[in-house]
């Protein structure tokens, strides 16, 4: 059973910045592509970036150039770096594989970035 675990958010100022990690039990991320997701209120769970076994990348078009995804296969662990925090950056963030696996969501890490 494969466990994720997300830690690193927190309350931020808009133009602050947060890490992200996401550590699992396995031994599955140099494996699969992984992706960080986000959930804000009221609305549906988006994927945000991810992360292939190549390192090659992938952004939703509105965090291009603020955030960036990364891994370290030996530690079991990715992590979003967010930088230039908006309001609509404010949701809880999940890290799962990309595409997602229903059984993987862990509890997530809240973001809330307000002045």
């Known amino acids: 059973q494969v466990q994720l675990v997300e830690s690193g958010g927190g309350l931020v100022q808009p133009g602050g910045s947060l890490r992200l990690s996401c550590t699992a039990s396995?031994?599955?991320?140099?494996?699969?592509?992984m992706g960080w997701y986000r959930q804000a209120p009221g609305k549906q769970r988006e994927w945000v970036a991810v992360i292939r076994n190549s390192g090659s990348t992938t952004y939703i078009d509105s965090v291009k150039g603020r955030f960036t995804i990364s891994r370290d296969n030996a530690k079991n662990t990715v992590y979003l770096q967010m930088n230039s925090l908006k309001p609509e950056d404010t949701a809880v963030y999940y890290c799962?594989?990309?595409?997602?696996?229903?059984?993987?969501w862990g509890q997530g890490t809240q973001v809330t970035v307000s002045s």
């Open positions: 396995g031994s599955i991320f140099s494996i699969y592509t």
């Open positions: 799962n594989k990309f595409p997602s696996t229903a059984t993987y």
